[in-house]
Nanobody, 115 residues
Framework: QVQLVESGGGLVQPGGSLRLSCAAS????????MGWYRQAPGKEREVVAT???????SYGGSVKGRFTISRDNAKNTVYLQMNSLKPEDTAVYYC?????????WGQGTQVTVSS
């Protein structure tokens, strides 16, 4: 079994920054990729950013240039630095880990961008 523990969410004003962390533990063998997804009320879950073990990175279109994903392979931890936050970034952010053929999800952390 694999556990993902997220931290770093909260309330921030527009234009502010937050850093999310997600630490994986348990029966971890060969991780293919880790990443972040988000889901706003009434909307489908969408990809925010992903990073493979080979450090190939991709971002969702709405966060390019504002968010940065990074990963510490030794600690099985993935980070999401979020800058220039907008109200439309408000959502529950979920950590994702892929060890083919399995996919694991964290419990989610709330990010609210509001003045």
């Amino acid at each position: 079994q694999v556990q993902l523990v997220e931290s770093g969410g909260g309330l921030v004003q527009p234009g502010g920054s937050l850093r999310l962390s997600c630490a994986a533990s348990g029966s971890i063998s060969s991780i293919n990729a880790m990443g972040w997804y988000r889901q706003a009320p009434g909307k489908e879950r969408e990809v925010v950013a992903t990073i493979t073990t080979g450090r190939t990175i991709s971002y969702g279109g709405s966060v390019k240039g504002r968010f940065t994903i990074s990963r510490d392979n030794a600690k099985n931890t993935v980070y999401l630095q979020m800058n220039s936050l907008k109200p439309e970034d408000t959502a529950v952010y979920y950590c994702n880990l892929r060890m083919n053929p399995y996919t694991y999800w964290g419990q989610g952390t709330q990010v609210t961008v509001s003045s």
